[in-house]
């Protein structure tokens, strides 16, 4: 499935089917569950056995028609719109701290992006249509259900809309590794912000790098000379919620 909205999709896994269960965004087809499976002992999946089309399943059956040994046994198809194509002009709002994918192509690092951007609080993540991963099944997969209680936005033009943002009261740090950086602690994340990460190995595009208002770079103590993109936003995700309870 190359981009899953407004059409069946497959989600595995406890976490995922309580966050699509509980959010009455999407309209569930059916759930598989594995008879004796970690889910079937859940008690946390218990309360929607009444309100949707359960499915126990022998393990001959289940693993039939749901191979591999990643599903906790619990496998749920639904439907319904998970991207975005407008975002919000936040006009009233204090502090919005928008995260900004710069191409990055490869799946389980934008699933685990989704998902660590929805626990530091983030309130939306815009990602290009074009040289970006899709959200496809892994990704939704890796995400751990956190791409139910995040809003997705997929834009044409990465860089127009970062300007459109600008414009209307959004500060942008790019996260970089850069000789004119500071430190991630030392930039003020609070307020309407526009947080920028780039791709794996090639980082910000030129006229992205541009378009920022400050760089932020995290420094290495260790002999290797970068985090994972996935890691990298996690630590300034959070280091903008410290900043935000500190107020």
Not at 133 to 158: C, H, K, M, R
Not at 164 to 184: H, M, Q, Y
Request: proline content about 4%; glycine content about 8%; hydrophobic content about 40%.
């Amino acid at each position: 499935m190359k981009k899953p909205n407004n059409q069946f999709i497959v989600c595995k896994g406890i976490n995922s089917a309580i966050s699509i269960l509980s959010s009455g965004r999407y309209d569930v087809n059916h759930v598989d569950i594995l008879k004796g499976g970690r889910a079937f002992k859940d008690d946390s999946i218990k309360p929607f056995l009444r309100s949707f089309n359960f499915n126990i399943l022998e393990k001959e059956h289940f693993y039939k028609k749901h191979p591999g040994d990643r599903s906790q046994g619990i496998v749920i198809t639904f439907q319904g719109s998970i991207i975005s194509n407008d975002i919000p002009e936040f006009n009233n709002e204090g502090d919005v701290c928008l995260l900004a994918l710069d191409q990055i192509e490869d799946p389980q690092n934008f699933g685990q992006i989704i998902r660590t951007a929805e626990c530091a609080g983030i309130n939306g993540i815009i990602f290009p249509k074009h040289h970006s991963a899709p959200i496809t099944q892994t990704v939704l997969q890796v995400s751990q259900g956190a791409f139910v209680n995040i809003p997705l936005y997929e834009v044409t033009n990465l860089n127009h809309e970062i300007l459109r943002l600008k414009k209307s009261g959004f500060w942008t740090v790019g996260l970089e590794n850069s000789i004119n950086a500071k430190p991630w602690y030392e930039i003020e994340l609070i307020g309407k912000t526009v947080i920028i990460v780039g791709s794996e190995g090639r980082g910000l595009r030129e006229k992205v790098f541009k378009s920022c208002d400050f760089i932020a770079t995290i420094p290495m103590q260790g002999k290797t000379n970068s985090l994972n993109v996935s890691a990298a936003v996690s630590a300034i995700a959070f280091e903008r919620l410290r900043q935000v309870k500190k107020g």
